[in-house]
């Protein structure tokens, strides 16, 4: 997996990719938070708007990263197989759990990175579309009353 983040810029609020670190001064007083560009530039980023990348991408090909809210469509389906060896006899089938339809910010949590409490990994690529990130637009994360 590409090791990857991205920060919103401090001075111009855009987007940027790269390597994260954070310039400490002398006294060990954190500075900066820095993204380290594949332009060869280094520019001192939102510490709030930092987030890595998954190693997954969405149907439409673009990387998921940490803060993004994505939409997910995925059916259950799960293999069971019985029977006995001795015999000779094996059974599989195919169990239907019904489908989700599920949208919320992908979060690091429990050492994976998460869609609410559904593990992104459990999804493919096809069944995951990036909608926004809750740093462009905060108010799709919002609780309504």
Not at 5 to 25: L, M, P
Not at 42 to 53: H, K, L, W
Not at 80 to 90: A, P, W, Y
Not at 122 to 141: K, R, T
Request: hydrophobic letters at 35%.
């Amino acid at each position: 997996m590409e090791i990857l983040f991205r920060g919103k810029r401090i001075d111009t609020g855009e987007w940027v990719y790269g390597d994260f670190y954070r310039k400490c001064g002398i006294t060990g007083l954190v500075l900066d938070y820095m993204i380290s560009a594949r332009d060869g530039m280094a520019y001192p980023v939102i510490p709030e708007t930092v987030g890595q990348y998954t190693g997954h991408d969405d149907k439409n090909g673009n990387r998921i990263f940490d803060g993004d809210v994505v939409a997910v469509d995925h059916d259950f389906i799960e293999t069971h197989s019985r029977g006995n060896v001795e015999d000779g006899t094996l059974e599989v089938f195919n169990e239907y759990y019904g489908g989700i339809h599920e949208i919320g910010e992908v979060k690091f949590e429990r050492a994976a990175f998460v869609v609410q409490e559904w593990d992104l990994g459990i999804f493919e690529d096809s069944e995951i579309e990036v909608i926004e990130n809750i740093h462009d637009n905060p108010e799709l994360m919002e609780v309504k009353e």
